[in-house]
């Protein structure tokens, strides 16, 4: 178990690159991190999306952004991608039940 806190990008980016070796040698990594840079997130391999302690996205993060377009939700180009997918489940509702079956369909 490795904890690490109040780490500056450039730390956080060596750390992420030390895990992801670790995981491609057979190792089963998770992690959670909060508020990452773009070029952090996309470090990630997989991600999992939770609201209200449901899955609202697993997958490539790579795919995170084309999922959620899939859904009408369109990230701007300008957006992190973490940010954007952090603001929509902070404020996704369950009872939103169109939105809801959009995400999962």
């Known amino acids: 178990m490795l904890l690490c806190s109040g780490l500056d990008n450039v730390n956080a ?5 030390l895990l ?3 995981a491609r040698q057979g190792r089963t990594i998770v992690c959670t991190i ?6 952090l997130f996309q470090l990630f391999d997989h991600v999992y999306v939770v609201s209200q302690g ?3 996205f697993q997958g490539a993060t790579q795919q995170l952004v084309p999922f959620l377009s899939s859904a009408g939700l ?5 957006h992190n991608p973490a940010d954007f997918g952090k603001t929509l489940v902070n404020g996704f509702n369950h009872d939103d039940h169109a939105l809801w079956h959009k ?3």
Request: aromatic share 0%; with cysteine.
């Open 54 to 56: 449901l899955c609202v």
């Open 13 to 17: 980016k060596q750390v992420l690159l």
């Open 34 to 39: 909060h508020q990452p840079a773009a070029s």
């Open 103 to 105: 995400l999962n369909p």
């Open 20 to 22: 992801r070796t670790l």
């Open 74 to 78: 369109n990230c701007p180009t300008t």
